[in-house]
Each structure stands twice: as structure tokens, then as C-alpha cells.
């Protein structure tokens, strides 16, 4: 166990943070190359976009479930923050959605 002396505890913090010791149910990280990009990622739900859009009244794309879901909750407000909008119409991002297809392809997985 871990005692929390003076010392000991920073001794043994140190060796933790840099990579000195071990842990044995590490967890393994997947490659980078095989993670979602998160340019490809919705900022509100956090999963890949399927039917990704844009408000006309901000340049930031979302998934449109995601989008009106929050909406419900808080009416055409803006999800970072700011002034609310002035109105719910959206366009579709097909640009976002060829880059989803074209990563999908390159990882079948």
C-alpha cells in the first residue's frame, strides 16, 4: 500500500508520472492512427458523425440528433456559449460526411 510520509509518497508519485514503474492492468491505448479523428467527431455526443450538420447562424458542425436534443433542453442556444441564434435551420455538412466515408474505408475495423 501507499503510504503518504513525506518522501515516500513524492518518491513513489515521481516514479509513477514518469513512467519508472509499471502498473500491471495498464490499459493499452489503441495506435493513434486508428482513433477517430475528432475533427470527425461531434463536440456535443462525442461519436463520429453520421449525419453531421452546420447552423446557418455558426461554422461549427454538429450531429444533427445531438444538435436538436440539445436544443430541447435549451432553445437555439449555442452550444459553446455566446448569443443564442437566431434560428434553427441547418445545412447538411457533406463535406464532413465524405471525410467520415473516406476514413471509414481506410479503417474496415
Known amino acids: 500500500l501507499i503510504s503518504r510520509e513525506r518522501g515516500r509518497y513524492s518518491s513513489l508519485h515521481g516514479a509513477l508520472a514518469g513512467g519508472m514503474i509499471a502498473l500491471p492492468h495498464e490499459p493499452v491505448a489503441a495506435p493513434l492512427d486508428d482513433a477517430e479523428p475528432d475533427e470527425l467527431t461531434c463536440p456535443i455526443c462525442y461519436t463520429m458523425f453520421r449525419d453531421p450538420v452546420i447552423p446557418t447562424d455558426e461554422p461549427r458542425v454538429y450531429e444533427r440528433d445531438a444538435l436538436l436534443a440539445f436544443w430541447r433542453r435549451r432553445p437555439l442556444a449555442s ?3 455566446g448569443e ?5 435551420r ?3 455538412a457533406l463535406h464532413v ?4 466515408a473516406a476514413w471509414l474505408a481506410a479503417h474496415p475495423e
Open 84 to 88: 443564442s441564434l437566431a434560428s434553427a
Open 90 to 92: 441547418m445545412e447538411p
Open 97 to 100: 460526411r465524405e471525410q467520415v
Open 79 to 81: 452550444f459553446f456559449g
